[in-house]
């Protein structure tokens, strides 16, 4: 048997001529205390990963505090399981081994996000490994020598995330289950659904080839449609500020990756639960829109973690990667923990039916973005059933070459997928009627974003600001409210959505959600021809250099037919949208002087 292990570090090697009890004492360890000792190594680097991602990412999610722990047990188990197999040829040292490079592994991340990545990498794995030896050793020089010290730290490890679980999850639902006796306020229902990644020419509403959308057309047709809804962003976390603030993001400031919505910018949501409204908020974007990401300020309920357990484990630093490889290596057909429609939506009719009215409601469903996988039964309504996934995706930071072949079938999944939403937002709104509220309910169902399919020699989204990537769907109805049958072509912006729910609910309006409602469109015609024209924003993200914000940020603008791009770093594109909607030809070069003034001018003095 091996005689000695040495650890990254030589003032932490514990050979046998330095500790002589210790290899003896791990050649004596039995089948139960190997898996005790992996539940507590296991333990120790979860609670400190699930600290750390509290601390700095998770903002809001007390949860990852036990999701992260089991997760790393998990792990650990597996390692031990797996040496223990092969001791005959490794030796049991070796799996101490293993244990070493897998607690590196864990500490890695963390002390990245600790950092604030303000240290190089080397430095970060020289720390990782100093630290992982450190308390490794700590654990196998005081316990491992006492095997009931083993079981019974185990136990106080299960223990430990019992009580968090308790803690963070059980006691919050009961005290939330208390505290449901508030005013009742005098307005209406609202229920706001958000589309994740849906753009607009996809709707068969918007006249698109295939008929994705039939339920959606057949509802729009009892309220408004808007034609050119503008996103004020090209991704998530600034769209849905957006749109839950009122506000564009230079104002906002959510605007990178690691960022989240500060907590001195009202929320709508924060508007109407001060105003007597139950609120719930039902998310299958786990991470951007999110409590992490800043977005739980005014829910009674906000679940994104979905179906909780799963949604959690897959949310810790161990089960992203896990997730990550299954995919890849092609052992899960879907990323593990994603939430579906079907989620969604019997979450949130199981709330409705509970919650007391009036309340507000919010949905993301998340099935139109990428990796698009529709369940079977929509996969080959437009694509080839036997079709796999290119693998391309922003989820995965992969943007492989594809044929046209591969395009044309993601671009059919993604149709089914759409289709797909379509069907749960129908099972919706009939939940919504058989329950005889659609009659008393505010409903506006619109898009975060849209997405790129290669017109620009790039794919999905988060990296331009093409109209395809800002111009998404809104459709608003409310019986007695919104007139029927009523289609604008004034090109609007998603940060009207704030004034124009309470306006619609309640008949108000607030200082703090300075946009203009959308209601004045319809109820004064004459407003369509002096309305504020929709700006967005992208800042400058390093998710590929493949994409034109690798190195600069962008702002745009959509003024009657014309939609405007200018970069931080100089440049400029101006296309025609009548003959041209997905931006292929840059007019900015020809176009009249006056034009290029007057969409200069209009952007500047919005987003700066």
Sequence with gaps: MTNKLTL???????????????????????????LSLAVIIGAVYGLFSGWVWLRFRYLGVPQILWASPIVDCALAVIIVLAGLCFYRVLQRPMVLCAFLFFACMLVYTPIRVCAKFSLSRLAVIDISMVLAAFFTYLILRFLVPHRSWLWKGAALAVGIIGLLIVATDVR?????AQALAQARSAGKNVVVIVVDTLRADHLSLAGYSRNTSPNLDRFAAGGVTFDSAIASSSWTLPSHASMFTGLYPHEHRAVTMEDRLSEDIPLVSEWFSEHGYQTGAFSANTYFFSRRAGFGRGFDVFRDCYPPFLTLLAATESGLRIREFLYRVHLSENLLGRVSGADITNEAIGWVGSAR?????????????????PPAEYKGRYADPNFRLSGFGITLNDFPELTPYQVEQEVAMYDASIAYTDSQIHALLLALEHKDLLKDTVIVITSDHGEEFGEHDFYVHANALYYELVHVPLVIVSPGSVPRETRISTPVSLTSIPATLIDLATGQSSPKFPQPSLTQLWRDPARRNNWPAPASELAQLKVCDCFPNHDQSFRSITLGDWHYIAGSKGGEQLFKLSGDPTNLSNLAGSAPPDVLNRVRGDLDSLTR
């Design 8 to 34: 990254p570090s030589d003032e932490l090697d514990f050979s046998a001529r330095q500790h002589p009890g210790l290899i003896d004492s791990l050649s004596s360890l039995h089948f139960l205390d190997w």
């Design 172 to 176: 919050p639902n009961l005290l939330h």
């Design 357 to 373: 009215q009036p309340f507000f409601l919010v949905l993301n469903y998340m099935d139109a973005h990428d990796p698009y996988i």
